[in-house]
Structures are given as structure tokens and as C-alpha cells.
């Protein structure tokens, strides 16, 4: 990617509300490309389940309206290993939630051609312990 104009950003310690924020000002003027999103860990108890969706899933909608030959991927809600089963709890039913909706766009982008689409990425099972850094919740 680095032939390409690309972009990444981190927002260490921020929830899904500015992650949405975020990606919104990235992709100002953006007609064809790629965005790829993850986020939503941090603020996942104090908005739920379905606020987090809500969120992606209006994000998700504006950018598809406009932007036909831009590629969507959400990343799910990735796990920590050092939070509680409540919270694992939560965050599995957000990715279910959100993938349901995903696949609900998708099949919508599908009916036109011209359309890129939008995909939904599941890491929970390719993201080993080891990955994560000392403190269980950040990748090494």
C-alpha cells in the first residue's frame, strides 16, 4: 500500500464514536478506494450493543449512498483477553449484531453492479494469545 495513497490512523484510548468521526474526515472526497474500520472496544459497555451498531451501521450507510466504488470492511469488535466474561458477553453480541447488518448491506450493494460493497472481518479466531501485549488488551 505504501505505493498508494494510503492512510492509517490510531486513536489509542478513543471509542466508537470517534472512530466513526474520524473515519468520516479521512475519507472526505473520496470516490473509489478502500476503508477498512475497527474500534468500538473502548466505549462498548457504556453504549451497548445496539448503539454500537447504530453507529457503524449510519456510518456505514452515509458513505455507501455517496460512494459507490468504495470498499467497506468493518472489523469486529476484537476480544481482550483480560476483561470479564460480562464484557466478552457484550462484545460477542455486538459482532453478531453487526455482522447481521453487514451481510444485510451487502446483499443490498449486490443488487448493483457497480457497487463495491461492504464486507465484515471476524479476527476471533486468528488472533492467538500471544499476539496481545502485557496488558491483554493491546496487539503486540
Do not use: W
Request: glycine share 10%; with cysteine; aromatic share 4%.
Amino acid at each position: 500500500m505504501r505505493d498508494q495513497k494510503s492512510v492509517m490512523v490510531s486513536l489509542s484510548g478513543k471509542g466508537m464514536e470517534d472512530v466513526v468521526k474520524e473515519v468520516r474526515e479521512q475519507v472526505k472526497g473520496v470516490q473509489e478506494g478502500m476503508v477498512i474500520m475497527q474500534g468500538g472496544g473502548n466505549s462498548l459497555r457504556r453504549l451497548g450493543p445496539e448503539q454500537t451498531v447504530g453507529k457503524v451501521m449510519e456510518y456505514l450507510k452515509d458513505i455507501k449512498k455517496d460512494r459507490k466504488k468504495v470498499r467497506v470492511a468493518v472489523v469486529g469488535i476484537m476480544r481482550r483477553p483480560r476483561e470479564n466474561a460480562g464484557y466478552e458477553e457484550i462484545r460477542r453480541d455486538t459482532n453478531k449484531r453487526l455482522q447481521e447488518e453487514v451481510v444485510r448491506m451487502k446483499a443490498e450493494c449486490s443488487k448493483d453492479p457497480g457497487d463495491y460493497g461492504v464486507s465484515f472481518i471476524d479476527l476471533d479466531g486468528a488472533l492467538p494469545q500471544e499476539v496481545f501485549e502485557g496488558d491483554k488488551v493491546h496487539l503486540n
